[in-house]
């Protein structure tokens, strides 16, 4: 029995969480059981989810298997590139500065403001009438 080495790790955006992991490989990238070409539409979003390995100069190192679930597409994809960079922490800890210094281990806490009662949404109202 042949064990492969993987490294995993998990990361969030907004509501989307993706569950990565990463294989000794040769790039290839699979979301959801697709290539990263088809689930993510623009190529902005496919460099969004590689920035971490390009930095730390890994690029093509690794086959990516990506789960994710939860939320809209840009939100997965900036969940994915949290993941990937925490896979890559432990792959090799010494990749942390370069990086937490490229802010790609800071989870981003934005999220949506819950609608409160009496209002329309989370900050309008309804209209105001003086008589």
């Known amino acids: ?20 992991i990463l294989r000794p490989g040769e790039g290839k990238v699979l979301v959801n ?24 100069e890994q690029t093509g190192k690794f086959d990516i298997l990506i ?12 969940a994915a590139r949290l993941g990937i960079a925490r896979a890559l922490i432990v792959f090799n800890p010494e990749l942390r500065p370069r990086l937490r210094q490229g802010g790609y281990l800071t ?8 609608k409160k009662y009496g209002q329309k949404g ?6 105001f009438s003086k008589r």
């Open 1 to 20: 029995m042949t064990e492969t080495v993987q490294f995993r790790a998990t990361g969030r955006r907004k509501t989307s969480v993706a569950r990565v």
């Open 33 to 56: 059981g697709r290539s990263a070409e088809q689930y993510f539409p623009s190529e902005a979003l496919r460099r969004e989810v590689q920035q971490p390995l390009a930095d730390t």
């Open 67 to 78: 789960n994710t679930q939860g939320g809209g597409i840009h939100g997965q994809a900036g």
């Open 107 to 114: 989870r981003d806490p934005r999220a949506k403001e819950r």
């Open 122 to 127: 989370a900050r309008k109202r309804f209209q």
